[in-house]
């Protein structure tokens, strides 16, 4: 543990705006002699820190991860929302990534941490631990893979296991852009959306079509749920923004 004692400082004030923090997960799983428990906890402190170090005043601070297989787009999602860009050749998440951008809505400034997390199972354990404090969950396939949506009954079980049950869900089908290629219809994906009392959107990263609206649309709604519980129980006023009730659709949210 002298290693700790002895970087720890260095590495995270040199990294925190420079080293992606995946790749500081990726390091340190070669680095540091800790259990992927442990390592877990330590890259869930380095990213707190993360979060201080860009803190700001705001109105609302919602937390919003997503899931789903490797390769259905998740990270191109979060890059195009956050960054205005659609990285070509985008690499596998290792472990969680993370991402913070902040909205005005309504003359309200809203700071969305958002959290990427790997589809590959083997990171499983280290994924699942975000989802309890979430306030939504964006659940996402490839619209021209048949499997990624085959899995998302299991996805689904994750959620009821590890989630919040006030969490806002929404189905994501992306890449559509690849419309020729499309294995999943839209209409089956919204039956099934609907059959668990989820949102659906489908969206295209490489186009940005329906990216912004994805995002924002989530923020309105996760702040009528805010303060709906503030005026429903005033003693909940001091809990986490956005743990609310689900609501069935997905509308459309006016920014200015």
Known sequence: MWFLSAVLPVLLHNSLHVLPSGSLLFLLSFTLPLSPFSLSHFYFFFLSQQIRVNMEDYDYLFKIVLIGNAGVGKTCLVRRFTQGLFPPGQGATIGVDFMIKTVEIKGEKVKLQIWDTAGQERFRSITQSYYRSANAL???????????????PEWLREIEQYAN???????????????????????????????????????????????????????CKLIREAKRNTLDNNDTAHSMPGEGKAISYLGCCNTN
């Open 165 to 219: 049950t006030t969490v806002v869900t929404i189905l994501v089908g992306n890449k559509i852009d690849l419309a020729e290629k499309r294995e999943v219809l839209r209409q089956r994906a919204e039956e099934f959306a609907d059959s668990q009392s989820m949102l659906y959107l489908e969206t295209s990263a490489k186009e940005s079509d329906n990216v912004e609206k994805l995002f924002l649309d989530l923020a």
């Open 138 to 152: 964006i659940l996402t396939y490839d619209i021209t893979c048949e499997d990624s949506f085959r899995c998302l």
